[in-house]
């Protein structure tokens, strides 16, 4: 009897131990880009434009506070737009909502470049935002139905990582768009990424939640579901979890600049090296999670991951009360932080998609919308409470990763129920 060739055994061998469902790696590698693509350009559309509000509010006669509200309403569309879509894919499936959510934030990214006035503006972004989540809320929900064990939290790490470094890496896009166009061109430039993207999920993201897995009953079922997912009192500790310390980040980003290039005297280009070596310490600690996720809990890994969060922001308010102002001492902390926060995102996501695996959709909604409300309330509170220190910037993120560590413990208990990835895989 010949035997087979060597290639082909562990090929075959391979084939086997795939889950049902689960696309090879050529395809997997192909989808996973796509779907980090369609969670990044949300982000990025958040604050590419920063940069060049002085210009908007003067091209459109408008105050800073009308061109400040331009941003909040992009927010609270992608919070809506969360929250209508992810239980909706699930009675409808994901493929199609993706290319009809790409297409409209490229519609609404080209009235935004062509906006008359600020109130125009202000409801393309909306309409923006309602359009661009359909790409965060369903990454999430196709990764959960797509991947399972301990392929998934490493997935969901690239996904996290993105989040981390997109809100980081739009301003700088940014300025390199308005050193060469007006702040109009921010939005073609968003515009063509949208095109791109319904390219992307046409040829490479295959609808993931065949019919017979859909939710019936319509939208009153898909509803119902997330009402359901409400009540769960440990899926809620996990989403509580991942929305505060999205906050602690949120917070983070709005107030860092000040701080550094005001209160320290960097320069922008000393600060973007700052923000750049923060944003490797949250990749870092991704690639770490991503390497223990299949040998170590993910509760384990979420809980760790939140302790380095608090013991961060807490040696960040340490240092301006006892040292004072210092720039080593806030970068340091800061960097701290940050790395926790890289634990945390992957390790939340994974056991909450996956405890709401029967209805993913409306899990990812959940996730994500709360995520975003949160960010958007902690970000603004920096400047509120004061410019003339870096305590505002400093309590906030300390709350909020306090309160992320209470809902950790008084609603999750992960030490009452195992964590790993197959275990937390089977629990749902």
């Known amino acids: ?32 880009a796509v779907l980090g693509a369609l969670t990044a350009v949300a982000p990025l559309a958040t604050d590419m434009y920063v940069p060049g509000f002085p210009s908007l509010g003067e091209s459109l006669g408008a105050s800073s506070s009308a061109v400040q509200l331009t941003m909040t309403a992009f927010l609270a569309g992608l919070v809506v737009g969360q929250l209508l879509i992810g239980p909706l894919s699930d009675g409808l499936g994901r493929r199609r909502l993706l290319i009809a959510g790409s297409a409209g934030f490229t519609l609404f990214s080209l009235v ?13 972004r909306f309409l923006q935002g309602v359009a661009g989540a359909a790409g965060m809320v369903l990454a999430r929900a196709v990764l959960t139905d797509r991947f399972h064990g301990a392929e998934l939290p490493r997935r969901f790490a690239l996904l996290s990582q993105i989040m981390g470094v997109a809100p980081i890496a739009a301003p700088v896009l940014g300025g390199m768009v308005l050193s060469l166009a007006t702040w109009r061109a921010v939005f073609v430039v968003l515009a063509v990424m949208g095109v791109l993207l319904v390219l992307a999920v046409v040829r490479a993201v295959p609808e993931s939640l065949p019919p017979e897995r859909r939710r019936t009953g319509g939208l009153t079922s898909a509803f119902r579901a997330m009402g359901g997912l409400l009540g769960r009192r440990e899926f809620m500790g996990y989403v509580l979890v991942l929305a505060l310390v999205a906050a602690a980040l949120f917070a983070y980003i709005g107030g860092s600049s000040f701080v550094f290039e005001n209160l320290h005297g960097v320069s922008s280009t000393t600060y973007s090296l700052i923000f750049a070596t923060n944003a490797v310490g949250m990749l870092v600690a991704g690639a770490v999670f991503a390497r223990l996720a299949g040998r170590v809990g993910l509760g384990t890994l979420l809980a760790a991951g939140v302790g380095v969060v608090v013991v961060g922001a807490l040696s960040q308010v340490l240092v301006v009360l006892t040292v004072g102002e210092t720039l080593v001492g806030t970068w340091t902390a800061l960097f701290v932080t940050v790395s926790g926060i890289g634990l945390v995102f992957p390790a939340a996501m994974t056991i909450g998609q996956t405890l709401g695996r029967a209805a993913p959709g409306a899990a990812s909604a959940l996730m994500g919308g709360l995520q975003f409300l949160l960010g958007a309330v902690a970000s603004p509170l920096v400047g509120v409470f004061g410019e003339d ?40």
């Not at 049902?20 to 590698?29: E, F, I, K, M």
């Not at 935004?112 to 409801?123: E, I």
Request: aromatic share 2%; proline share 12%.
């Open 1 to 32: 009897m010949v035997s087979p060739p060597p290639a082909r055994t562990r090929e075959g061998r391979a084939r086997r131990a795939r889950p049902a469902g689960q696309p090879g790696s050529g395809a997997a590698t192909a989808l996973v």
């Open 389 to 428: 220190s870096s305590l505002p910037m400093a309590l906030i993120m300390l709350s909020a990763s306090v309160a992320a560590l209470l809902a950790l413990v008084a609603l999750t208990r992960p030490w009452q129920r195992p964590t790993g990835p197959q275990q937390t895989t089977s629990a749902a």
């Open 112 to 124: 935004c470049a062509l906006a008359p006035n600020v109130t125009v503006l202000t409801a393309a």
